[in-house]
């Protein structure tokens, strides 16, 4: 409500009853003020419209609300004087526009708005002294909630150590204001204290205002760029001193938690923008204690929370000096795309409030962080080693583990094999269970965005326990690459055994692969090889091939008379020489059936049913027998001339032992070489042999091409 009330003359007939002169004059001037009075008129504006540092003039940066006067409160000191050798005494005076007009604390005149954003008042101040007379005025006091604290003040120095109310949330318009100055007009100067002045005070906000401005949005498709969809402030501080100068400010606590969600996104011009978020200053000069403002959306269709810290650029990203946050000061975000979307960097200009100050914004994706790991669901046969964050088992039971994960995102997760490349081994429905159940994503405090997660830890089959490793990949939902793993490291008994497959390195691809840690058909580790007698349950059976049966490594004969294979349709169950071995001069397959034990290529070799190898190995091709050193003097190997063994080192200190247990001849199928050679078969044929390695008390590990009739040992290669 504006209004101007002019009653000062029944005020002045009140005081001055007997002053019949004096009501006269105020009668016909009401601008007349009587001896020891001051009167005060008084215009307020506040910046908003104000020029650049070049001159320019800047429009429709303070919105209509931030420029908005609802209530003021005028205080005035004026200091003692010595006049004619009489000590005149100042005084200190207080005058609300929540008061009646014209009252001991009221104004004079009512605040009026002249214009937008400019208002007039008037206030009429008593005082012996008028030496240095000051003016403190507070705008928006009442609508803040500071009308009793004000009018308990009784003394100037008092206002310094007036603090707002507590925060619950951002500041809203209107804003309290603040401004001083000295009225040198009431100063006697050889005349007469007070009398009538007039001056303009321009206020400051006691808060700062941050805008921010969304230029990575892009507008039609939403999934290529970020989506802002909310912003708060963090540790925004919960008061402020309404002067300036108090130097405690560092001191007043900040708050514990985000305060809500402020203000709203609009789309100008296809930038995203939300503007006046206000915080009470804050020198940001300890971490604990510095403002910064979160930041929520969408980037690549992942949720996003992001701290954004008010911090100098020093060419690397945002470890420089704090950047205060200063009462009347705005202050723009400016979010722009970034390029390679790995880092955060940003520079801030302090200017004034009708000016922009930028911090130019990358997205960062930082490697999500696994937090609070509930491995009580990992028992028995399962183990957890958190710091290497893998889950040790040997295939034959389930497990849980849970655990969340803290990022700027919503993590994302993929889950890939290694060794049991496709997961074949695998006995849980993965449908049903599957390896990994992510939770909802929740946004809490401090700019952190929470995944939950569970891994089911699957079982093998019973028949098909094979080495293998499951990599959870968590994943920060906005760039992939940023990534952290947890392993489920499977390392079960090879099939019949219990002895440990022996991983070895691929010296052609650079990639480890396990091979068996005895031949087929052995049962346990030899230690020693035999020259004579039956060593099959250590050194395993010896094959023809390309054929699926075996026979024992012995001295004693096996043979049959039965004619060359010529029906190569199931031809392991023809009884004419079913579980034989067939004598050939050269070659037991008289049409050279070359895919036997490979229904690929060297390559990419493919398991078949004549293969000897249990479920999840099969025969190694000549290039992986090369690969681990046959044929190549370089990769070392060891001949145990006692025990009648070689032995080549595998990974992690492992080593494949290798013993000779001789063959059995193409023409008789008698034993040779037991306990002084050995020969071992490849997948991979030529023509009427086949590649073989081989050894002969020596450290070597030789390469040939022999008749496929003659039986070597056979050592598998996990698929």
Same mark, same amino acid.
């Given at each position: 409500?504006?209004?101007?009330?002019?009653?000062?003359?029944?005020?002045?007939?009140?005081?001055?009853?007997?002053?019949?002169?004096?009501?006269?004059?105020?009668?016909?001037n009401?601008?007349?003020?009587?001896?020891?009075?001051?009167?005060?008129?008084?215009?307020?504006?506040?910046p908003?419209?104000?020029?650049?540092?070049? &001159?320019?003039?800047?429009?429709?940066?303070?919105?209509?609300?931030?420029?908005?006067?609802?209530?003021?409160?005028?205080?005035?000191?004026?200091?003692?004087?010595?006049?004619?050798?009489?000590?005149?005494?100042?005084?200190?005076?207080?005058?609300?526009?929540?008061?009646?007009?014209?009252?001991?604390? &009221?104004?004079?005149?009512?605040?009026?708005?002249?214009?937008?954003?400019?208002?007039?008042?008037?206030?009429?101040?008593?005082?012996?002294?008028?030496?240095d007379?000051?003016?403190?005025?507070?705008?928006?006091?009442?609508?803040?909630?500071?009308?009793?604290?004000?009018k308990?003040?009784?003394?100037?120095?008092?206002?310094?150590?007036?603090?707002?109310?507590?925060?619950?949330?951002?500041?809203?318009?209107?804003?309290?204001?603040?401004?001083?100055?000295?009225?040198?007009?009431?100063?006697?100067?050889?005349?007469?204290?007070?009398?009538?002045?007039?001056?303009?005070?321009?206020?400051?906000?006691?808060?700062?205002?941050?805008?921010?401005?969304? +230029?990575?949005?892009?507008?039609?498709?939403?999934?290529?760029?970020?989506?802002?969809?909310?912003?708060?402030?963090?540790?925004?501080?919960?008061?402020?001193?309404?002067?300036?100068?108090?130097?405690?400010?560092?001191?007043?606590?900040?708050?514990?938690?985000?305060?809500?969600?402020?203000?709203?996104?609009?789309? /100008?011009?296809?930038?995203?923008?939300? /503007?006046?978020?206000?915080?009470?200053?804050?020198?940001?000069?300890?971490?604990?204690?510095?403002t910064?403002?979160?930041?929520?959306?969408?980037?690549?269709?992942?949720?996003?929370?992001?701290?954004?810290?008010?911090?100098?650029?020093?060419?690397?990203?945002?470890?420089?000096?704090?950047?205060?946050?200063?009462?009347?000061?705005?202050?723009?975000?400016?979010?722009?795309?970034?390029?390679?979307?790995?880092d955060?960097?940003?520079?801030?200009?302090?200017?004034e409030?009708?000016?922009?100050?930028?911090?130019?914004?990358?997205?960062?994706?930082?490697?999500?962080?696994?937090?609070?790991?509930?491995?009580?669901?990992?028992?028995?046969?399962?183990?957890?080693?958190?710091?290497?964050?893998?889950?040790?088992?040997?295939?034959?039971?389930?497990?849980?583990?849970?655990?969340?994960?803290e990022?700027?995102?919503?993590?994302?997760?993929?889950?890939t094999?290694?060794?049991?490349?496709?997961?074949?081994?695998?006995?849980?429905?993965?449908?049903?269970?599957?390896?990994?159940?992510?939770?909802?994503?929740?946004?809490?405090?401090?700019?952190?965005?929470?995944?939950?997660?569970?891994?089911?830890?699957?079982?093998?089959?019973?028949?098909?326990?094979?080495?293998?490793?499951?990599?959870?990949?968590?994943?920060?939902?906005? +760039?992939?690459?940023?990534?952290?793993?947890?392993?489920?490291?499977?390392?079960?008994?090879?099939?019949?055994?219990?002895?440990?497959?022996?991983?070895?390195?691929n010296?052609?691809?650079?990639k480890n692969?396990?091979?068996?840690?005895?031949?087929?058909?052995?049962?346990?580790?030899?230690?020693s090889?035999?020259?004579?007698?039956?060593?099959?349950?250590?050194?395993?059976?010896?094959?023809?091939? &390309?054929?699926?049966?075996?026979?024992?490594?012995?001295?004693?004969?096996?043979?049959?008379?039965?004619?060359?294979?010529?029906?190569t349709?199931?031809?392991?169950s023809?009884?004419?020489?079913?579980?034989?071995?067939?004598?050939?001069?050269?070659?037991?397959?008289?049409?050279?059936?070359?895919?036997?034990?490979?229904? &690929?290529?060297?390559?990419?070799?493919?398991?078949?049913a004549?293969?000897?190898?249990?479920?999840?190995?099969?025969?190694?091709?000549?290039?992986?027998?090369?690969?681990?050193?046959?044929?190549?003097? /370089?990769?070392?190997?060891?001949?145990?001339?006692?025990?009648?063994?070689?032995?080549?080192?595998?990974?992690d200190?492992?080593?494949?032992?290798?013993?000779?247990?001789?063959?059995r001849?193409?023409?008789?199928?008698?034993?040779?070489?037991?306990?002084?050679?050995?020969?071992?078969?490849?997948?991979?044929?030529?023509?009427?042999?086949?590649?073989?390695?081989?050894f002969?008390?020596?450290?070597?590990?030789?390469?040939?091409?022999?008749?496929?009739a003659?039986?070597?040992?056979?050592?598998?290669?996990?698929e």
């Amino acid at each position: 409500m504006n209004y101007k009330i002019a009653l000062l003359p029944l005020l002045v007939a009140g005081m001055l009853a007997s002053c019949n002169s004096d009501e006269e004059i105020i009668r016909t001037n009401p601008d007349y003020v009587e001896a020891g009075y001051g009167a005060l008129t008084v215009t307020l504006t506040n910046p908003g419209k104000s020029l650049t540092k070049a &001159g320019e003039k800047l429009t429709d940066v303070a919105t209509a609300e931030e420029m908005t006067i609802k209530s003021v409160a005028f205080f005035v000191q004026t200091g003692m004087e010595t006049v004619d050798s009489e000590e005149m005494a100042g005084k200190f005076g207080a005058y609300f526009s929540t008061e009646e007009p014209l009252s001991a604390n &009221g104004l004079q005149e009512e605040l009026d708005e002249v214009s937008a954003g400019n208002y007039t008042a008037k206030i009429r101040h008593q005082s012996d002294g008028w030496a240095d007379p000051k003016v403190i005025v507070i705008a928006n006091y009442a609508e803040n909630g500071l009308t009793e604290t004000l009018k308990n003040i009784q003394r100037w120095d008092d206002l310094a150590n007036v603090r707002t109310l507590a925060l619950a949330a951002n500041p809203q318009t209107p804003l309290l204001m603040y401004a001083t100055q000295k009225i040198g007009a009431w100063e006697r100067n050889g005349g007469n204290g007070g009398g009538t002045a007039e001056a303009t005070f321009e206020l400051e906000r006691l808060v700062s205002r941050i805008d921010i401005h969304n +230029n990575a949005y892009v507008n039609g498709d939403e999934s290529k760029g970020f989506v802002l969809t909310s912003a708060r402030l963090v540790r925004s501080k919960l008061h402020s001193y309404l002067l300036p100068e108090n130097a405690s400010i560092g001191s007043i606590d900040v708050a514990t938690e985000a305060f809500p969600t402020s203000g709203s996104v609009v789309l /100008d011009n296809g930038i995203q923008k939300l /503007d006046t978020l206000y915080a009470y200053e804050n020198p940001n000069d300890e971490a604990s204690k510095a403002t910064a403002v979160q930041i929520d959306g969408t980037y690549r269709g992942g949720n996003i929370s992001k701290i954004i810290a008010l911090k100098k650029a020093d060419g690397v990203g945002m470890t420089g000096d704090p950047i205060a946050l200063a009462r009347n000061t705005r202050y723009v975000i400016n979010i722009n795309p970034a390029p390679d979307s790995t880092d955060i960097v940003w520079n801030i200009q302090v200017k004034e409030w009708a000016e922009s100050d930028t911090i130019k914004v990358k997205p960062v994706f930082p490697v999500p962080a696994i937090e609070e790991v509930d491995a009580s669901g990992i028992t028995g046969s399962l183990s957890w080693d958190a710091a290497s964050k893998t889950i040790s088992t040997d295939g034959s039971a389930t497990g849980t583990l849970s655990f969340h994960t803290e990022g700027t995102t919503a993590s994302v997760y993929k889950v890939t094999y290694e060794y049991d490349t496709k997961g074949a081994s695998i006995e849980t429905d993965l449908v049903a269970t599957p390896i990994v159940e992510a939770g909802t994503p929740v946004i809490t405090y401090a700019a952190k965005v929470v995944t939950p997660f569970t891994i089911n830890v699957p079982k093998q089959k019973d028949n098909q326990r094979v080495p293998m490793n499951i990599y959870v990949i968590i994943q920060n939902g906005g +760039n992939e690459e940023a990534c952290d793993t947890i392993t489920i490291e499977s390392r079960p008994n090879y099939f019949g055994t219990e002895l440990k497959p022996v991983l070895m390195k691929n010296s052609t691809t650079g990639k480890n692969f396990f091979w068996a840690p005895v031949n087929v058909g052995a049962t346990s580790m030899p230690t020693s090889v035999a020259s004579t007698g039956d060593i099959t349950e250590t050194c395993g059976k010896l094959f023809q091939w &390309g054929r699926k049966v075996g026979f024992a490594a012995s001295t004693d004969a096996v043979t049959t008379t039965a004619t060359l294979v010529s029906d190569t349709t199931d031809f392991e169950s023809q009884d004419t020489w079913k579980a034989k071995f067939v004598t050939s001069g050269s070659d037991w397959l008289s049409d050279k059936i070359d895919d036997l034990w490979n229904g &690929g290529s060297e390559a990419t070799p493919t398991k078949t049913a004549y293969d000897p190898c249990p479920a999840g190995w099969r025969v190694p091709t000549f290039s992986e027998w090369k690969a681990i050193g046959a044929g190549n003097k /370089d990769i070392t190997k060891e001949w145990d001339s006692l025990a009648k063994l070689l032995k080549i080192t595998g990974v992690d200190g492992s080593t494949l032992v290798l013993p000779a247990a001789g063959y059995r001849n193409r023409n008789s199928g008698a034993s040779v070489s037991q306990g002084i050679n050995g020969s071992y078969w490849s997948s991979s044929p030529s023509v009427a042999s086949a590649g073989a390695v081989g050894f002969n008390s020596e450290a070597a590990l030789h390469t040939s091409s022999n008749e496929r009739a003659n039986g070597y040992s056979v050592r598998c290669v996990q698929e």
